[in-house]
């Protein structure tokens, strides 16, 4: 076994990780500002020789300077300019004429502001980060003779069980098989209050057993749990950048450039129509200054990474800061009916047997394909199955038709499960005048019937799903927020479409669909200038997903292709949380828009009056860096709960 090499930089002393890193720590300024102080009042205070005032300030430009320094070198590797070369050149230029002071100044103010912007937003994702530390190393793994055995939670297999005492970490998604307890599922659901469980329950990697021991059967590799899927959706959304922040960073290079090109100007300009040198390069310095873009560069990753850090701990896990903007501008709202606006735990209420088949083998057969699946409707049959005891044999070689059914091998014969003309069309057999009258009287009271066939067993069997109690209220909370025009789209039949959209209110629906045709009717949406959000969570919805401008996943119920192709996962499986989202993204934006707005309002200000009147350098340092530091306290308060009543 190859041992992993150790990161180099892991061996290197804080101070110069960061350095290399380009991160100011709190440190940098306030070494500048003593020693510039010392600098300033030496030689007047305490009657300091002039080389120990220079001494001094060569030590307040090294320890205000360095990190800049540091992060322009890379810069100017890259090709690109940045801020700090604005900065340092201001300070250079003002060593350069006398100006020591005032130099150093500048470099304990721009240190300052971004130790403090570091600091800020450091909160922003430091309650993200620490999900990382939330899922144990080591699980109690219970073995076929009852013993146990001490494992890695790593090496944990769908399957085995693993017992959990109170006050201990669950190490993998699962459900308990054994045992009464409570589960703190606050980091993984933001539920504040301990969810009691028992035999059937489901729990989550990463919550804390508050209560009696219990057993947990294994469902996914710890891998593959929910929290994993979390940390890595957040990885993600750290990665990705808003439109308005992509924006910024093409302007900034242009920008600075501008910038160097017009103090250039204002020097040579005014000593041609012969102006003194000295003045007019101190003018040039102080515009190096007030014209850097600091506070126009950090508004929108300040405020983004906010919201994002708020959006995860009430359990909404946007996928970078482009789909947190686009929510903001939502028109239209389509939803998927099963295990979206229904509670997606559908149970089997009933099962009709054709011709000579048992009600028995048909469950039996429909769940060894099932058990393949990742369908709800599928989960349903199965654990119907389990509760009646039955054996289910073992099927291979699952072929999923999307929005049709499945088709799988079953002690070597082929057998499908789905929608009434997909099964008929692989030779199903027909049901009799007495068989077809009970299924119409199941399809007549809203339930969905999945038909099956295939080695030598045929029937049907009825599904009923529940609507989300939160489904209707959240749905009326969108049309208040402004949403033009809710959509339901399912495969299931008219009668249960039409009564679920009763239900929970949606302006129109549409039954029978294929994924293929839930795609063209967002395109169609889309092409009519309307911007839509697509709700869903089963392998059925990717494409509808990915079509529409913002895709939003059910997190718990949510399939993997669901989680992995939506800009928006609702971790806690509630719509209620769909118009909270929608609020947090526009009052972002609302803050986006304050934070440019005032950011380059200062710098025209500080410009004209630099320009026209003539500026002190550390009343321009004060200017800049103060509209620095309030805009990122600006976005920063996206970091409070958001008032649920307001818009």
């Known amino acids: 076994m190859t041992t992993p090499r150790p990161d180099p930089k892991e061996a290197l002393p804080a101070w110069v990780q960061a350095l290399a890193d380009g991160k100011e720590p709190v440190w940098t300024p ?6 510039a102080l010392v600098g300033w009042l030496g030689t007047d205070l305490f009657g300091l020789p002039k080389w120990a005032e220079m001494l001094a300030f ?40 006398g100006e020591y002071a005032e130099g150093a100044a500048l470099l304990f103010l721009f240190s300052l502001s971004n130790a403090l912007e570091t600091r800020a937003l450091r909160r922003t994702t430091r309650a993200i980060e620490s999900l990382m530390e939330l899922r144990p190393d080591e699980a109690m793994l219970l073995t076929p003779d009852g013993t146990e055995r001490k494992v890695a939670a790593d090496d944990l297999e769908p ?37 009691p469980k028992g035999p059937g329950d489901r729990v ?19 891998s593959e749990s929910t929290l994993a899927r979390i940390i890595e959706l957040v990885e993600e959304a750290r990665e990705a950048k808003a439109p308005t922040q992509r924006f910024i960073d093409r302007f900034e290079q242009g920008y600075a450039a501008t910038v160097i090109f017009a103090a250039a100007v204002a020097v040579a ?24 873009p600091c506070a126009v560069v950090i508004s929108t990753p300040a405020t983004i990474l906010a919201a994002l ?4 701990r009430k359990g909404l ?77 073992s099927a291979q070689g699952l072929v999923n038709h999307r929005g049709r059914g499945a088709v799988a091998q079953v002690s070597g014969r082929r057998v499908a499960v789905g929608r009434r003309g997909f099964v008929a069309e692989l030779g199903g057999q027909a049901p009799s005048d007495r068989e077809r009258r009970q299924i119409e009287l199941l399809e007549g009271e809203a339930r969905t019937v999945v038909f099956i066939s295939g080695n030598g067993v045929s029937g049907a069997l009825a599904i009923e799903d529940q609507v989300r109690p939160e489904a209707r209220p959240a749905l009326e909370q969108l049309e208040r927020l402004g949403a033009t025009r809710t959509v339901m789209m399912t495969g299931d039949n008219p009668t249960v479409a039409r009564k679920v959209a009763e239900s929970v209110g949606v302006d129109e629906w549409h039954a029978e669909v294929m994924p293929e045709e839930k795609v063209a009717i967002l395109n169609e949406m889309m092409l009519g200038g309307e911007r839509v959000a697509m709700v869903g969570d089963g392998v059925n919805d990717a494409p ?67 320009l026209l009147h003539g500026l002190a350098l550390p009343v321009g340092v004060v200017g800049h860096e103060g509209s620095t530091i309030l805009v990122v306290l600006n976005g920063l308060r996206l970091l409070r709960p958001l008032d649920e009543s307001g818009p």
């Open 30 to 35: 306030v070494v500048c500002g003593v020693l």
């Open 58 to 97: 060569a030590g307040a430009y090294a320890a205000g300077g360095a990190f800049s320094l540091g992060r322009s070198i890379q810069s100017l590797k890259d090709r690109r300019l940045d801020i700090d070369l604005l900065m340092l050149l201001s300070a250079l230029g003002a060593a350069s004429i």
């Open 159 to 195: 399957g085995q069980v693993v017992r959990i005492r109170p006050g201990e970490r669950i190490p993998v998604d699962g459900e308990v098989v054994s045992g009464h307890t409570a589960a703190d599922q606050a980091a993984i659901t933001g539920e504040s209050s301990p969810d």
């Open 204 to 222: 989550f990697a990463g919550s804390i057993n508050v209560g009696g021991t219990a057993e947990v059967a294994v469902e996914r590799r710890a």
């Open 269 to 292: 300009l005014p000593v041609a129509l012969g102006e003194a040198f000295r003045p007019a390069f101190y003018r040039a310095m102080t515009l190096l200054v007030v014209a850097s």
């Open 309 to 312: 850090g708020h959006a995860a």
């Open 317 to 393: 896990l946007f996928k970078g800061g482009a789909p947190l903007e686009e929510l903001a501008t939502i028109d239209s709202f389509a939803f998927d009916k099963t295990g979206t606006l229904t509670g997606g735990r559908p149970v089997v209420t009933s099962v009709v047997p054709f011709g000579d088949s048992s009600a028995d083998e048909v469950l039996e057969m429909a769940a060894a394909v099932e058990r393949l699946s990742e369908h709800h409707l599928g989960r349903a049959i199965v654990e119907s199955a389990e509760e009646k005891g039955l054996t289910v044999p």
């Open 544 to 610: 509808a997903l990915a079509t529409a401008t913002v895709g939003v996943a059910m997190g718990v119920s949510g399939t993997d292709a669901a989680l992995e192709t939506a800009d928006l996962v609702l971790v806690r499986d509630e719509l209620k949380l769909l118009p909270y989202a929608v609020r947090l993204s526009r009052k972002a934006q609302r803050i986006v828009r304050q934070n440019l707005a005032f950011a380059c309002a200062v710098i025209a200000i500080l410009v004209v009056v630099n």
